[in-house]
């Protein structure tokens, strides 16, 4: 079974511009959640998608949108890039919160902001 | 509102070594569990879960961890220490919603020859 893939993995973009990060859980996951790693903040919630609804977010400002589509795939997106939002964007999947699960992540996101 | 403590940014162990990782919790609910092991330019990878079935849970590459409830716990230990166990290791805990983790700061384990 394939893991969790990101694309891209690597990202540079300059301040102003925006951003869309792309995540694909496991097949049959059906939650997808993301984070951003920072060495300053650590690894930090950003938001929860579950069948296409946004289930929970973080305390992010509303730059840092995200959606998921009918085949669970999720995207991220960040507008008007600040420095402050380099860092590695993870995604992580579960299959469901009916039976516990834990979460799978992908290999992360690296942006840069210049 | 959940929160982890991780003591120890940084250990460092000698290959062969006892490994002993501190993770300390608060949660408002009963909580489950979880070390996380992060190499270089990669995701994180599970190595055990609490999930409230056995207080000692064993993981992969030999680490296990324990839930004491009293000390509000769950250290992550290992006999003996490998040169490929070199990595970052996060500790997190999540409520009944398992899409959403508080992740610990992290310590970055360093494994001497």
């Known amino acids: 079974k394939a893991g969790v893939t990101q694309t891209p993995r690597y990202l540079i973009k300059t301040r102003g511009q925006q951003v869309t990060l792309s995540c694909s859980p496991i097949s049959g996951h059906r939650s997808v959640s993301w984070y951003q790693q920072t060495p300053g903040q650590g690894l930090q919630f950003l938001f929860e998608?579950?069948?296409?609804?946004?289930?929970n977010k973080g305390n992010f400002p509303g730059r840092f949108s995200g959606r998921q589509f009918s085949n669970s795939r999720s995207e991220m997106n960040v507008s008007t890039l600040e420095l402050g939002d380099s860092a590695l964007y993870l995604c992580?999947?579960?299959?469901?919160?009916?039976?516990?699960?834990?979460?799978?992540f992908g290999p992360g996101t690296r942006l840069t902001v210049l | 509102a959940q929160s982890v403590t991780q003591l120890g940014s940084h250990v460092s162990v000698s290959e062969g070594a006892l490994v002993l990782l501190r993770c300390n919790y608060s949660s408002s609910v009963p909580p489950y569990l979880f070390w996380y092991v992060q190499y270089p330019n990669q995701g994180l990878q599970l190595l055990l879960k609490?999930?409230?079935?056995?207080?000692l849970v064993k993981g992969i590459n030999g680490f296990e961890a324990e839930f004491k409830k009293s000390e509000t716990s769950f250290h992550l230990t290992k006999p003996s220490a490998h040169m490929s166990d070199a990595a970052e290791y996060f500790c997190a805990v999540s409520n009944t919603n398992a899409g959403k983790s508080t992740f610990g700061d992290g310590t970055t384990l360093t494994v001497k020859p």
């Open positions: 998608y579950f069948s296409e609804t946004q289930r």
């Open positions: 609490y999930t409230s079935a056995a207080t």
């Open positions: 992580a999947s579960l299959r469901d919160t009916f039976s516990y699960n834990e979460q799978f």
